[in-house]
C-alpha cells in the first residue's frame, strides 16, 4: 500500500493512516508574490493584500509546516499595498509563532523589498536585484500638448488643492513640494522598517538609503541579504532531500478558472472593450517602466 498511493492520495489520508504508513515528510508552503504592486489592469491582476491575503492564511494555517517560504519577484509599486502585505506576514508569524524565509528572483526592490523585509531570512539569487529603499512618483504633463490641439481644459472642484497635480494643467511648485513631503514622510517609514527588520546586519553604505540598488551579490556584503542561493536547495539543506516545497494558490471560481477572469470581469469587458484596453496599455506600460528601472 505505501508504494502504490499517489502523492495528493497519501496527503489526504495522512491524518488517519497507521503511523508506519504515515508520510512524515517535512512540509515547507510557498507562497509566491509576484509582479508591480498594486498596478494591474483588466486582463492582469495587481500584486496586492487582496490577491494575496488567502495564499498566506493558506500557508501559515499549514498543520506540521517547518516554516514558510515567501518568492519574490517584484520592482516595486504602491507603498500602501506593500506595508500592507508586510504587516500581514508579520501578524501570521507572530500569530502561528514560524519563521518566515524570502527568495528573491529577479527583483526585490522598492516595494518587492519592503516585503522581503517581514521575513526572518532574505536569500537572493547573485544576479538579483534588492534595495531601491526610497520613494518615486511619476507621471505626465500634457497642459502644452492640450494648448498646441487647441483643447479647453475645463474642471472644476470645491476645494483648492482638490485638482493638485492635475496633468492637464501647469505644474505648480507648491503642489510639487506637497507631494514631496508626503513621500519624506513614506520614505522615513521605510527606513525605520528596515532598520528595525534588519537591525546591525545592515552595513553603513552611504548610499543604503538613497533609493540605490544592488546585485544580490553586493546586497549580502551591506547586509540588505543573508545569503546567497535559491529555495530548493536551501529547503533541502534545512531540511533533507525529501521536503516538501507544496505551492500555496489563491482560491477561484470554475468560471475564472476556464475564462481567466471573473463574471463581472467579462461584463465589463463586453461594454466597453476599448476603454478597457486603453486601460490595460497604459498600466502596461507603467508596469514596464517599474521593471526598466533595474534594467528588466
Given at each position: 500500500?505505501?508504494?502504490?498511493?499517489?502523492?495528493?492520495?497519501?496527503?489526504?489520508?495522512?491524518?488517519i493512516l497507521p503511523a508506519r504508513l504515515k508520510d512524515e515528510r517535512p512540509?515547507?508552503?510557498?507562497?509566491?508574490?509576484?509582479?508591480?504592486?498594486?498596478?494591474?489592469?483588466?486582463?492582469?491582476?495587481?500584486?496586492?493584500?487582496?490577491?494575496?491575503?488567502?495564499?498566506?492564511?493558506?500557508?501559515?494555517?499549514?498543520?506540521?509546516?517547518?516554516?514558510?517560504?515567501?518568492?519574490?519577484?517584484?520592482?516595486?509599486?504602491?507603498?500602501?499595498?506593500?506595508?500592507?502585505?508586510?504587516?500581514?506576514?508579520?501578524?501570521?508569524?507572530?500569530?502561528?509563532?514560524?519563521?518566515?524565509?524570502?527568495?528573491?528572483?529577479?527583483?526585490?526592490?522598492?516595494?518587492?523589498?519592503?516585503?522581503?523585509?517581514?521575513?526572518?531570512?532574505?536569500?537572493?539569487?547573485?544576479?538579483?536585484?534588492?534595495?531601491?529603499?526610497?520613494?518615486?512618483?511619476?507621471?505626465?504633463?500634457?497642459?502644452?500638448?492640450?494648448?498646441?490641439?487647441?483643447?479647453?481644459?475645463?474642471?472644476?472642484?470645491?476645494?483648492?488643492?482638490?485638482?493638485?497635480?492635475?496633468?492637464?494643467?501647469?505644474?505648480?511648485?507648491?503642489?510639487?513640494?506637497?507631494?514631496?513631503?508626503?513621500?519624506?514622510?513614506?520614505?522615513?517609514?521605510?527606513?525605520?522598517?528596515?532598520?528595525?527588520?534588519?537591525?546591525?546586519?545592515?552595513?553603513?553604505?552611504?548610499?543604503?538609503?538613497?533609493?540605490?540598488?544592488?546585485?544580490?551579490?553586493?546586497?549580502?556584503?551591506?547586509?540588505?541579504?543573508?545569503?546567497?542561493?535559491?529555495?530548493?536547495?536551501?529547503?533541502?539543506?534545512?531540511?533533507?532531500?525529501?521536503?516538501?516545497?507544496?505551492?500555496?494558490?489563491?482560491?477561484?471560481?470554475?468560471?475564472?478558472?476556464?475564462?481567466?477572469?471573473?463574471?463581472?470581469?467579462?461584463?465589463?469587458?463586453?461594454?466597453?472593450?476599448?476603454?478597457?484596453?486603453?486601460?490595460?496599455?497604459?498600466?502596461?506600460?507603467?508596469?514596464?517602466?517599474?521593471?526598466?528601472?533595474?534594467?528588466?
Amino acid at each position: 500500500m505505501n508504494a502504490t498511493l499517489s502523492t495528493s492520495l497519501r496527503r489526504a489520508l495522512n491524518p488517519i493512516l497507521p503511523a508506519r504508513l504515515k508520510d512524515e515528510r517535512p512540509v515547507v508552503p510557498v507562497v509566491r508574490l509576484a509582479g508591480a504592486i498594486g498596478v494591474g489592469g483588466p486582463l492582469r491582476p495587481a500584486l496586492t493584500l487582496a490577491s494575496v491575503a488567502g495564499p498566506l492564511e493558506k500557508a501559515f494555517a499549514t498543520k506540521g509546516a517547518k516554516e514558510i517560504a515567501l518568492v519574490i519577484n517584484s520592482p516595486g509599486g504602491s507603498a500602501a499595498q506593500a506595508h500592507l502585505i508586510y504587516q500581514r506576514i508579520r501578524q501570521l508569524a507572530k500569530q502561528h509563532d514560524i519563521g518566515v524565509a524570502a527568495f528573491v528572483e529577479d527583483a526585490a526592490a522598492s516595494g518587492g523589498y519592503m516585503i522581503a523585509c517581514a521575513a526572518d531570512e532574505i536569500v537572493a539569487d547573485p544576479a538579483s536585484i534588492v534595495g531601491s529603499i526610497g520613494v518615486v512618483s511619476s507621471g505626465f504633463g500634457f497642459d502644452r500638448a492640450i494648448e498646441r490641439l487647441s483643447i479647453d481644459r475645463r474642471l472644476y472642484t470645491s476645494g483648492e488643492n482638490k485638482a493638485i497635480l492635475d496633468p492637464f494643467s501647469p505644474e505648480k511648485a507648491e503642489d510639487v513640494e506637497r507631494l514631496k513631503e508626503i513621500q519624506r514622510e513614506v520614505h522615513e517609514l521605510f527606513i525605520a522598517l528596515v532598520k528595525e527588520r534588519r537591525g546591525k546586519a545592515l552595513g553603513d553604505d552611504p548610499d543604503l538609503f538613497t533609493g540605490a540598488f544592488w546585485t544580490g551579490q553586493s546586497g549580502l556584503g551591506l547586509g540588505l541579504v543573508d545569503r546567497l542561493g535559491d529555495i530548493r536547495s536551501t529547503m533541502r539543506e534545512r531540511w533533507g532531500d525529501k521536503v516538501e516545497l507544496r505551492l500555496m494558490t489563491p482560491k477561484t471560481s470554475l468560471l475564472k478558472r476556464l475564462t481567466g477572469r471573473g463574471a463581472s470581469d467579462g461584463v465589463g469587458v463586453s461594454l466597453s472593450a476599448a476603454s478597457g484596453l486603453a486601460e490595460e496599455a497604459l498600466d502596461a506600460l507603467e508596469r514596464r517602466a517599474l521593471w526598466a528601472r533595474f534594467g528588466l
